[in-house]
């Protein structure tokens, strides 16, 4: 079989083993934090944790964690900080000159905004520890806590937590430089993936309890479930090719044409941001709650309830909103047209009917407008089906989280960038790649 053997072939490019058995060794660290349970809490007394924990907005807190949330882990607060911290820097980018000066200064200023990022994470995690160790008194029976000093606890608590959250962030970093890549992408993808198996279990278990258990349905979702993922896959793979031509001067001053072939083209995606959008917007989705949860006035309550319920109508509205704006404002910072433009200028390509240089680049950032909207809404009108999942279809609402939305957007489009690095390694060891596409995809300069 052709899959056997692209793993027989994986297994005998040392780096690429080295990496891959580096990237689980990672992971496997990181799972095993996640269990690992805040000294000064008794373990056995987490259930009413759990259950906060089984769905609304916790609950896609804790899918992000891998379950470390309801655990009172050492890593609760997952990579989220380093997330939001992320968010702020990058848009911090487009106002302040300073890093729109360190994102111009190539390797060296991206080492220190990443430096930058991570001291914001530390800030983050300071404000965010506090919330949470103090949502663990709201939620927990007193004698969940052992310790009999409880500022010693909070404090030590608090230390522990934005300790375990640089930690995951250190992990991330090191996936991406020394294993496969996607380090921060795949820490939350692992964690997600941790628990799928649980949620389809329960919705399992919902149907068909009770007499006449209602086994089509469950077949049906399944089916439903891998429709959305093909669509997923479409979203995250779909290309508009762009047409190049090459030339260069002759000795009688003109120009001699298709120089590399008549078959070159840019390819520009339908989702260039890929899954950065999602994680963003969802981000940003904790805020309104957060925020409004404040206030005891009845409006404030009002917006924390609405905001808290994922599968309701205003979440959603916005969450999509989000989507569609962090979709636009990811690709502008990651297409660099500009330099596309000059770099088929100096290697002498050229579009055909467009002038070489800044027509070119305003041509393609037209194309990018384009092909960006309906991206976009596509990518949002998936992000937001798991509500429709449920006020359709009654799904249970742990198992709807992976009907599209955002834990299924990031499994599939961390899965197909992991998979896409695994074929690169393939391909430029002449080996037949693990995506059809891989070997028939032209690059160009």
Known sequence: MKFIDTIKNIWKIEELKNR?????????????????????????????????TQDGLLGLLNAFTGGAFANASV????????????????????????????????????????????????AITLVQGPGYIYNLFATLPGEAFVLPN??????????????????AMWLGEKITDKGIGNGISLLIMVGIIATLPQSFVQNFISRTSGEGGDIIMVLIELVIWFVIILASVLLVMAVRQIPVQYARRTAGGGYEK????????????LNASGVMPIIFAQAIMFVPAAVAGLSDSETSQGVAAAFSDIFGFWYNV??????????????????????????????????PGIRP??????????????????????????????????????????????????????????????????NSYLLNRHYDGLMKSGKNRKAVA
């Open 357 to 422: 240089g800044s027509e070119t680049s305003e041509y393609l950032d037209k194309i990018m407008s384009q092909i960006t909207l309906p991206g976009s809404i596509f990518l949002a009108l998936i992000a937001i089906f798991p509500a429709i999942a449920v006020k359709l279809l009654n799904v249970q609402q742990g198992w709807a989280l992976f009907f599209g939305g955002t834990s299924l957007l990031i499994m599939v489009g961390v899965a197909i960038d992991t998979m896409q690095q695994v």
């Open 20 to 52: 891959i058995l580096v990237t689980l060794g990672l992971l496997l660290v990181y799972r095993f934090g996640a269990q690992v349970v805040l000294p000064g809490v008794d373990a056995a007394e987490l259930a009413n944790l759990g259950t906060q």
């Open 258 to 269: 298709n120089v590399f072939g008549s078959r070159q083209y840019i390819p520009l995606k």
């Open 75 to 122: 890593f609760a607060l997952g990579i989220m900080p380093y997330i939001s911290a992320s968010i702020v820097v990058q848009l911090m980018g487009i106002a302040i000159p300073y890093l729109q000066k360190l994102q111009k200064e190539g390797e060296s200023g991206r080492k220190k905004i990443n430096q930058i990022t991570r001291w914001l994470t530390i």
């Open 150 to 167: 409880q500022t010693v606890f909070v404090v030590s608590s608090v230390i522990i937590l934005t300790t375990g959250c640089i930690f």
């Open 318 to 351: 916005l969450f999509a909103l989000l989507i569609i704006v962090f979709t636009y404002f990811y690709t502008a910072i990651t297409v660099p047209t500009n330099k596309m433009a000059d770099d088929l200028k100096r290697s002498g390509g050229f579009i």
